[in-house]
């Protein structure tokens, strides 16, 4: 339990940090390949604070997920994102968050409480601040553990774009 306050800490750190940001909630689907009989709904919520950097219209910044699904499985994690607007109003994201895991009674065993989340999506603003799409993440120990089954996700989204007081 310590180690989940540690690192629900450090996400609040990293995300009170920036000068703006966006909350996304995802709804999906976990265990996308099948490879167990684990196949559950998942709840997602991402905060990217968002950084401009470099060359238009490319944007970075740091992030947390908090990840939660049916089987009780539960992920959270910080790390950094990268993105770009290819067209107007169509964006691309990744992002890779390492982070602490615990499967649910039902859930699936991943090797190692360490997991790298990686994330991939693609969105469409609707508005200024609002935008929805599809992503694709997966979770992995990196071969940390004794076994590295991974899994992945896919995923409705809803992003929000929130200004810092």
């Known amino acids: 339990?310590?180690?989940?306050?540690?690192?629900?800490?450090?996400?609040?750190?990293?995300?009170?940090?920036?000068?703006?940001?966006?909350l996304t909630l995802a709804l999906g689907e976990d265990d996308l390949k099948g490879r167990r009989d684990s196949k559950s709904t998942m709840l997602n919520f991402w905060y990217f604070g968002r950084q401009r950097g470099g060359i238009e219209p490319f944007y970075w910044g740091y992030g947390a997920v908090i990840e939660g699904d049916t089987d009780r499985d539960f992920f959270i994690g910080g790390g950094v994102y990268?993105?770009?607007?290819?067209?107007?109003?169509?964006?691309?994201?990744?992002?890779?968050m390492?982070?602490?895991?615990?499967?649910?009674?039902?859930?699936?065993l991943?090797?190692?409480?360490?997991?790298?989340?990686?994330?991939?999506?693609f969105s469409?603003?609707?508005?200024?601040?609002?935008?929805?799409?599809?992503?694709?993440?997966?979770k992995s120990n990196r071969d940390l553990g004794d076994f590295n089954s991974g899994v992945e996700s896919v995923h409705v989204t809803?992003?929000?774009t929130l200004k810092k007081r």
């Open 1 to 22: 339990m310590r180690f989940k306050s540690l690192v629900v800490a450090i996400c609040l750190l990293i995300s009170s940090s920036v000068t703006a940001g966006e």
């Open 82 to 96: 990268a993105g770009v607007e290819l067209w107007p109003r169509i964006f691309l994201d990744f992002s890779i």
């Open 98 to 108: 390492p982070g602490y895991y615990q499967k649910g009674p039902n859930g699936t």
């Open 110 to 121: 991943l090797g190692h409480p360490i997991e790298f989340w990686s994330h991939f999506g």
């Open 124 to 138: 469409y603003a609707i508005n200024p601040t609002t935008r929805i799409g599809v992503a694709a993440s997966h």
């Open 158 to 160: 809803f992003s929000k």
